[in-house]
């Protein structure tokens, strides 16, 4: 992995293209980054799959607009039209194939992308955010504070995560699906992805609140945290305007490694039935489907190989993408 | 010292967790009786309700089922009649756990030779092509490694059975499947261990002195290198204990991560709680016990 990159000291200074500016560490940084042509080509790839996500729905609405032509086109591809056209495998009217109710699975992957995607992004934005807090108050405030919330992480460390969020969710859904049923069926739609987000988000900041509080710890010692101290500064000064930012490098690599994670125990979870409900996909609801079709007889591969194939290739790029930033970002391991 | 006390130290520790669950458990309404098909008159509901004491203040309840639970009984099933959740532990138990010991042998007897031979030749192209296997095999979850498993192998080929777990055969896709994603794990926590070690002051003393490559890469460096794997192999049990959930559905395996799933499912109080404990035992228990081999191979640890 590291080898990928090797620190080119012409290039650091700058001088490649003749000028002798300084360039800063950051600028370095990302120089490095987009050096890694592992790192840059797995950004593209997720950046041409975040826009196909988003332009899918928009031209199915478009094309519905556009005459009878146009409008033949959207329905032929409405993740959610039943049709007569079951188990049609692969080709050059559906390129990945239908699935039992005749829907075009291509379709239905680019839809499911947004429930995997959000819930990746999200998900990696909640344990950030309480990661972040927790381990910097944690270690900002030492003493018994600091040996409580700590204690805090440790139980619910030796708790399987994934069990914790099991419970958790089937939890959360007893209390509020009755109660949200009455309100409207959309938020009843939406609550359950909105508990798959909460429970994920629930174990998922434990990592980072040990590793930003490690970090807290050793920047509280720092001259500069100090000088602030000697200044007058309050600790809410001190916290937020030097050792948050601090740490921020750590919690950046550390966040774009949570986000494929997230994404896999989504999947899990939708897999399991817990996650998102019908219609409504997720690429771990359509490998789930895709496997409730597996018989015998006929061999329906497709169901299981394309969705699966979107999951593996954005996992994969995510993680080469976070470990490009791992090695851009700490120079200690780009030895 | 150190073991005595991190033992004592559980006890509290399982103690939250169980409390924890419980209160998670019994904080949603609905009882697991609700799904019944036939609405029982109020006076049987009460009945069912008093046997098993659900009628009871909460921290009653959970007063008198951790008096049980020390005395080794987790009570009975609410939803499988007739059985106790020991008895569909002692059921399921020994089935997921040899399948988790079969994966873990897998994961370290694919991993580690994959660690070791991308660090020793680092940079070449058997080491690009090994650590780019590595971070793919991670991103294959064993959701989508079983059906294609089972559909290569068992179906089309018909070399192994599709299903169930009745024969030294039909343990060997739901091992693949499960241990195959922490093999790249392992694989590169090796392969950064070796490559840290090879760098260190001794290696190249001992590389100075005339010690043969090959003595000094096994006897020497991978005592050391291997050492951030014996730490992972703590959650990495944990993992494959619950990662095979969806093993065991795949493959219909009658293990204890199918009985979680449906008792969470149907509010089954007593098997859900109990699950948790043990799940959180068995984790605990397997930390300190790679913690124990920790400190066996690194002498330089301390435990203070």
């Known amino acids: 992995m590291n080898s990928t990159v090797t620190p080119n000291l012409e290039a650091e200074r700058g001088t490649t293209d003749g000028s002798r500016r300084l360039m800063r560490p950051s600028q370095l940084a990302w120089r490095r980054f987009w050096r890694n042509r592992r790192a840059a080509i797995s950004v593209w790839f997720l950046l041409i799959l975040a826009l196909s996500v988003v332009a899918w729905p928009v031209a199915l609405k478009c094309a519905t607009t556009a005459g009878p032509k146009g409008a033949e086109f959207a329905s032929r591809y409405d993740p959610d039209r039943v049709s007569e056209d079951q188990f049609v495998p692969p080709g050059a009217a559906h390129w990945c194939g239908t699935d039992v109710h005749g829907r075009d699975l291509l379709s239905r992957i680019l839809f499911g992308a947004q429930v995997s995607l959000l819930v990746g992004v999200v998900g990696a934005g909640i344990s950030l955010v309480i990661g972040v807090l927790w381990g910097a108050v944690a270690g900002f405030a030492g003493g018994r504070t600091d040996g409580f919330m700590m204690r805090f992480v440790d139980v619910m460390y030796s708790m399987p995560s994934i069990i914790f969020v099991i419970v958790l969710i089937t939890t959360l859904e007893q209390i509020f699906s009755n109660r949200l049923g009455a309100v409207s069926p959309v938020a009843e739609k939406f609550a359950r992805l909105l508990f798959l987000l909460l429970g994920l988000g629930a174990v998922s900041w434990l990592t980072m609140a040990r590793i930003v509080r490690g970090q807290v710890l050793s920047l509280k010692t720092r001259p500069f945290v100090e000088a602030s101290w000697a200044l007058g500064a309050g600790p809410a000064h001190v916290l937020f305007k030097h050792i948050i930012p601090n740490v921020l490098g750590v919690v950046i690599i550390y966040v774009a490694l949570t986000v494929p994670a997230v994404i896999l125990y989504e999947s899990f979870l939708s897999y399991l039935g817990l996650g998102v409900q019908p219609p409504m996909a997720s690429w771990g609801s359509l490998i789930a489907e895709g496997t409730d079709q597996m018989n015998p007889i006929r061999i329906y591969w497709w169901l299981i190989a394309f969705p699966g194939l979107f999951l593996i290739t954005t996992l994969l790029a995510l993680n080469f993408a976070g470990d490009g930033l791992r090695d851009a970002w700490d120079v200690r391991s780009t030895n | ?304």
């Open chain 2, 1 to 304: 010292m150190y073991f005595i006390r991190r033992l004592l130290l559980l006890l509290p520790l399982l103690l939250a967790i169980s409390f924890l669950a419980f209160m998670l458990v019994h904080l949603a309404p609905g009882g697991p009786f609700d799904r019944e098909r036939t609405p029982a008159s109020p006076e049987i509901e009460r009945q069912i309700q008093a046997k098993y004491h659900l009628d009871q203040p909460l921290w009653k309840q959970y007063a008198s089922y951790l008096g049980n639970l020390v005395r080794g009984d987790f009570g009975p099933s609410l939803k499988y009649r007739n059985h106790t959740v020991n008895d569909i532990i002692a059921q399921g138990l020994p089935v997921s756990l040899s399948l988790g010991a079969l994966a873990f042998g897998f994961t370290l007897g694919v991993g580690l030779p994959l660690g070791f031979y991308t660090a020793v030749r680092r940079g070449r192209w058997e080491d690009h092509a090994g650590s780019f296997l590595a971070v793919l095999v991670v991103c294959v979850p064993g959701f989508i490694l079983a059906p294609l498993l089972i559909m290569g192998f068992a179906i089309h080929w018909q070399w192994f059975p599709v299903a169930l777990w009745a024969s030294p055969w039909h343990a060997v896709l739901p091992t693949i499947a499960l241990g195959l994603y922490f093999s790249g794990r392992v694989a590169r926590l090796f392969h950064e261990g070796m490559l840290e070690v090879m760098q260190s002051a001794f290696i190249t003393a001992a590389r100075a002195k005339g010690l043969g490559e090959t003595a000094l890469l096994l006897k020497h460096a991978t005592r050391l290198a291997i050492l951030p794997v014996v730490s992972y192999s703590g959650p990495l049990l944990a993992d494959l204990l619950t990662g095979s959930f969806v093993i065991e559905s795949i493959f219909q395996i009658p293990g204890i991560g199918t009985a979680l799933v449906n008792g969470s499912l149907n509010r089954d109080y007593t098997l859900v709680v109990g699950l948790v404990v043990l799940y959180a035992a068995l984790l605990v228990f397997l930390n300190l016990v790679v913690d124990f081999f920790y400190v066996l191979l690194d002498r330089r640890v301390k435990h203070e």
